[in-house]
C-alpha cells in the first residue's frame, strides 16, 4: 500500500524541495512536537519507491509502517494526541487511505466515525460536493445523517498534498451544520502548498516532506 497522491499531481523527485511550512499560521503544533524517535522510526519505516506509478515519481509507501504493530498504534495515537481536548464527538476520514488512519484515531478519541466515499458508494441519502481538479473534476459524498448540527469533528486522512480533498471534505462537514475543529494527516507534502487550501483551519501534520 502506498501513501496516494492528489490525482493531478505528481509527487516525485523532480518536484523541488521547499522549507517545512510555517506551521505557527495554520497549526496549533508543529511536527516536531511528537517525540523525535518517534518521528524517526516513522520516517524510518516509510519506503520510498523511484519511479513508480510513473517515472520521475518519488512515491511515499506506508505499507512497513502498517505492517508494524506498535509503531502504526503510536502514529495514529500521535495524530490524535493534539486534538485530545478538542471534544472531538466524529472523526471524518476521507476514502480510501484515511479510513486506515481514520478508524483508530476515532477510538483514540471515543469519537464516532464517519467515512466520506465517491460518488455512488453510500447506500443511504447522501450530501455531495465535486471540487475542481486540474483536469477533471471530483465528487466526494457523506450520509446526510452522518452528524447533527453542532457536531465538533476531526478530518482525518493520509497525506496532504494540493489541499483539494480535504478542503471539499471541510465543506461537505459544514454543510451537515457541524464543526471542523482541525485537520490531522501523517503525511504533509509541503512544497504543494496544500494549506493555502484550508486557509485559517488548524492542520496537524507528523511528517512534512
Given amino acids: ?13 523532480s518536484s523541488p524541495p521547499s522549507p517545512r511550512a510555517d506551521h505557527s499560521t495554520h497549526s ?17 519505516a516509510i519506503r520510498d519507491v523511484p519511479d513508480f506509478p510513473t517515472p520521475g515519481i518519488m512515491f511515499k509507501d506506508v505499507a512497513p509502517l502498517l505492517a508494524d504493530a506498535a509503531l502504526f498504534r503510536q502514529a495514529t495515537d500521535a495524530m ?18 484515511g479510513f486506515i488512519f481514520g478508524a483508530p484515531v476515532a477510538q483514540r478519541l471515543c469519537a464516532g466515525f464517519v467515512p466520506v466515499r465517491k460518488a455512488g458508494k453510500l447506500p443511504w441519502q447522501t450530501e455531495r460536493i465535486e471540487y475542481a481538479l486540474e483536469y477533471a473534476s471530483g465528487i466526494l459524498e457523506i450520509h446526510r445523517d452522518a452528524c447533527v448540527p453542532g457536531s465538533r469533528v476531526l478530518v482525518v486522512d ?19 451544520g457541524a464543526q471542523v475543529v482541525g485537520f490531522a494527516v501523517l503525511i504533509e507534502l509541503s512544497f504543494l502548498h496544500g494549506r493555502a487550501a484550508l486557509r485559517d483551519r488548524r492542520v496537524e501534520a507528523l511528517l512534512a516532506y
Fill in 158 to 176: 493520509d497525506v496532504l498534498a494540493t489541499g483539494g480533498t480535504a478542503a471539499a471534505t471541510g465543506a461537505l462537514v459544514e454543510r451537515l
Fill in 80 to 97: 490524535a494526541a493534539p486534538f485530545a481536548d478538542g471534544g472531538i464527538t466524529h472523526v471524518v476520514a476521507v476514502e480510501a487511505r
Fill in 1 to 13: 500500500m502506498s501513501i496516494r497522491r492528489a490525482p493531478h499531481t505528481p509527487v516525485g523527485t
Fill in 28 to 44: 496549533g503544533t508543529p511536527p516536531s512536537a511528537a517525540a523525535p524517535q518517534l518521528l524517526a522510526a516513522l520516517r524510518a
